[in-house]
């Protein structure tokens, strides 16, 4: 006798991105002078790293200012004043997770 076994896959198919999305912001050709963004997810410890990461890209890298906001949650997104300050303000962002 042979048993079957269902497996699911939860996964959602990937969303297709149109190219022209994928290139409306030109890519950094340096990061001197430019200001990077962080969203602390509220995760532990991504504060840290962000903070290390802001040291790093402002005394190696030329980096003229670094924006750091934290999210209520990691489950929630950030609040659409985060998003807008962003976008007028910075060059680059970068969100992440700790733990």
Do not use: W
């Not at 912001?25 to 532990?44: H, M, Q, R, Y």
């Not at 980096?63 to 962003?86: C, F, I």
């Amino acid at each position: 006798m042979t048993a079957s076994i269902i497996l699911y896959d939860p996964t959602a198919p990937r969303a297709k991105v149109p190219a022209v999305v994928a290139s409306a912001k030109p890519t950094l050709e340096t990061l001197a002078g430019k200001v990077v963004g962080f969203i602390d997810n509220a995760k532990p410890n991504f504060n840290h790293l962000a903070d290390d990461i802001g040291e790093l890209l402002m005394s190696k890298y030329g980096v003229k200012q670094v924006l750091k906001r934290r999210k209520r949650a990691a489950s929630v997104p950030a609040p659409d004043a985060v998003y807008k300050e962003y976008a007028e303000q910075c060059d680059l962002v970068i969100t992440g997770s700790g733990d």
